[in-house]
């Protein structure tokens, strides 16, 4: 009997080639620690609409609706009818995207490891758009509501990973008086119940600059959507591009986790793709799992896909645009590998 069902959408282009070696790395897992992950594949993305004459199907969504957690390849044309119809219907208001320096990437500094905590549902993103005459029209949605829980993430956030202790909110309030307004002035509000978190404000063109000259200054990063969309993907560049970039998107009794790039097209078939980002989207799985059923297995495991993704880079197994020969698959069997060395050294013992 499984203890979770995930449900796995292996996505668009290069999707199915990192699903492959993401699932090796799973299976990994699943033999040294024992999670019962139930993994059940569902369809949606583009080769879907192209089948089906639907993006995203009803029975994927009810597949999804009886997962504990869903984990998602790239998704190409037809992400806004996939993605972003998935985080408004499950309500993930919260997007995680970690930024951290691993050995043998070209990041720019060894030290760099901060997050995003980006609000997930509402902004211009909300996609209410028209014509007036013509001029078009898009309408900025930003509650109260919205603003209060993402700043709240975003200090538990700061709280659990125990480190520099900072939240820095992302706005451009100077200018949208109202709905940057409003969201800088809620995340204030909400700083002074975390009087052992430190709180700082910056612009949103002053946070990109910053980003590139001092990046090891960042702890916890909370913005507005957009903002937090355009902000992340530049970040990343920092620790050697979208390959190193994987995401959560979280809600109050769901989540669902994936890449943060595209679906690369041009790549499909090469398998030269960086697997990284779906693997390091799969161990916040875990992490999550972990902590929403208070399951130390899947802790454990979590930090084990971790140090497997580290010492593989560690020791130069890569794909060329790193400077390696491996191909997408031979990293995650490399890992793979880390994984169940792992075990055989320290006796079997899971929880060591």
């Known amino acids: 009997m499984s203890d979770y069902q995930i449900a796995l959408i292996p996505g668009d282009g290069i999707g199915p080639e990192l699903t492959e070696a993401t699932l090796k790395v799973l299976d990994a897992v699943q033999q040294r620690f024992d999670l019962g992950?139930?993994?059940?594949?569902?369809?949606?993305?583009?080769?879907?609409?192209?089948?089906?004459g639907v993006a995203l199907p009803e029975d994927t969504v009810e597949a999804i609706r009886g997962s504990h957690a869903c984990l998602k390849g790239p998704v190409g044309e037809t992400a806004a009818e996939v993605v972003v119809k998935l985080r408004i219907m499950f309500d993930l208001y919260a997007n995680i995207r970690p930024i951290k320096a691993y050995p043998s990437t070209p990041s720019i500094r060894p030290d760099i490891d901060f997050v995003f905590v980006r609000e997930n549902t509402e902004d211009v993103y909300k996609g209410i758009e028209f014509m007036l005459d013509d001029t078009a029209i898009c309408l900025r949605v930003i509650t109260r509501k919205g603003c209060e829980r993402i700043a709240r993430k975003a200090f538990d956030v700061a709280r659990r990973r125990n480190k520099k202790r900072l939240v820095t909110a992302v706005h451009k309030a100077n200018v949208m008086k109202l709905t940057c307004g409003l969201f800088a002035g809620v995340c204030g509000e909400v700083a002074q119940q975390y009087p052992d978190i430190a709180f700082e404000e910056q612009y949103v063109d002053a946070a990109a600059m910053r980003l590139i000259k001092g990046p090891q200054k960042f702890d916890v990063i909370v913005t507005p959507n957009m903002f937090g969309d355009i902000?992340?993907?530049?970040?990343?560049?920092?620790?050697?591009?979208?390959?190193?970039?994987?995401?959560?998107?979280?809600g109050e009794g769901f989540a669902m986790f994936e890449p943060i790039h595209g679906s690369a097209p041009s790549r499909v078939g090469k398998h030269t793709a960086n697997p990284c980002s779906m693997i390091l989207a799969a161990k916040m799985m875990l992490d999550w799992l972990g902590e929403r059923h208070d399951d130390s297995k899947c802790l454990v495991a979590a930090q084990a896909v971790e140090d497997a993704v580290t010492e593989t880079l560690r020791k130069g197994i890569t794909v060329p645009d790193f400077g390696g020969k491996a191909k997408t698959v031979e990293m995650a069997e490399a890992m793979a590998e880390e994984i169940l060395k792992s075990s055989q050294t320290n006796g079997g013992n899971v929880l060591e």
């Open 231 to 250: 902000l992340s993907d530049e970040a990343a560049q920092l620790v050697g591009g979208l390959g190193m970039a994987p995401g959560a998107n979280i």
């Open 37 to 52: 992950l139930a993994i059940v594949k569902v369809e949606a993305g583009d080769a879907c609409f192209k089948r089906r």
